[in-house]
């Protein structure tokens, strides 16, 4: 089946830092979802995407649609305490209403 | 609002026993969703339901069984648990399927399976 690659995996950050990740596959999405999940917590939609090039902003959170459609990009400025979780990405492959979900990034951010 | 509720939070069962997950949504929702998370496996669709009387497969269906009751609420059943059904579950809802359409997430139930 389809699958979606997200990265990093994990990683450790300074409070203030700009952090990075992104999901790629081989397959093209009609839709991409970021979400977050706090410890214990289901997660929580933080930005939807539509279109190819689309780039969204919430906060001091920032994705892109990739141009290509198989792939799309997660920035968060000035990185909190408060950021740490894990990371999903979720896209919608062309012609079905099923999600798949990326394995997630977990972010630890260091006081 | 609620949004979506699961019950309970965490759960031990023997292998062999059954138990029912229960999900309700109050935001007037079509479709739902049960999914499970292991580490390193994000999310698996285990069985939806796209709109109220109608139930399908997911990616990872076999153990389950699960019924729309009604449009708030969809329950998942695992007949005869087993250790490898030890997981988090979580149900989720949308306003509809397809494109437009993201998530919402209830807070997830820890079931033990020994």
């Known amino acids: 089946g389809q699958q979606l690659n997200q990265s990093p995996q994990s990683m450790f950050i300074q409070e203030g830092e700009d952090v990075s990740m992104n999901c790629t596959s081989s397959?093209?999405?009609?839709?991409w979802l970021w979400y977050k999940q706090d410890p214990g917590e289901g997660p929580v939609l933080l930005i939807a995407?539509?279109?190819?090039?689309e780039l969204t902003s919430n906060g001091r959170l920032t994705a892109q649609f990739g141009i290509t459609r198989k792939d799309s990009f997660l920035n968060i400025s000035a990185s909190i305490p408060s950021d740490v979780g894990i990371y999903f990405c979720?896209?919608?492959?062309?012609?079905?209403?099923?999600?798949?979900f990326g394995t997630g990034t977990r972010l630890k951010v260091l006081a | 609002n609620a949004g979506v509720t699961q019950t309970p939070k965490f759960q031990v069962l023997k292998t062999g026993q059954s138990m029912t997950l229960q999900c309700a949504q109050d935001?007037?929702?079509?479709?739902m969703y049960w999914y499970r998370q292991d580490p390193g496996m994000g999310l698996r669709l285990i069985y939806y339901?796209?709109?109220?009387?109608?139930?399908d497969k997911g990616e990872v269906p076999n153990g389950y069984n699960v019924s729309r009751l009604n449009k708030r609420e969809f329950s998942l059943r695992l007949e005869s648990a087993a250790p490898s059904q030890t997981s988090v579950y979580f149900c989720?809802?949308?306003?509809?399927?397809?494109?437009?359409?993201?998530?919402?997430f209830g807070s997830g139930t820890r079931l033990t399976v020994v």
């Open positions: 989720a809802s949308s306003e509809g399927t397809g494109k437009g359409y993201g998530y919402t």
């Open positions: 397959s093209i999405f009609n839709t």
């Open positions: 995407l539509y279109k190819a090039g």
């Open positions: 979720a896209g919608l492959p062309p012609g079905t209403y099923k999600y798949i």
């Open positions: 935001m007037n929702h079509n479709s």
């Open positions: 339901s796209a709109s109220e009387g109608t139930t």
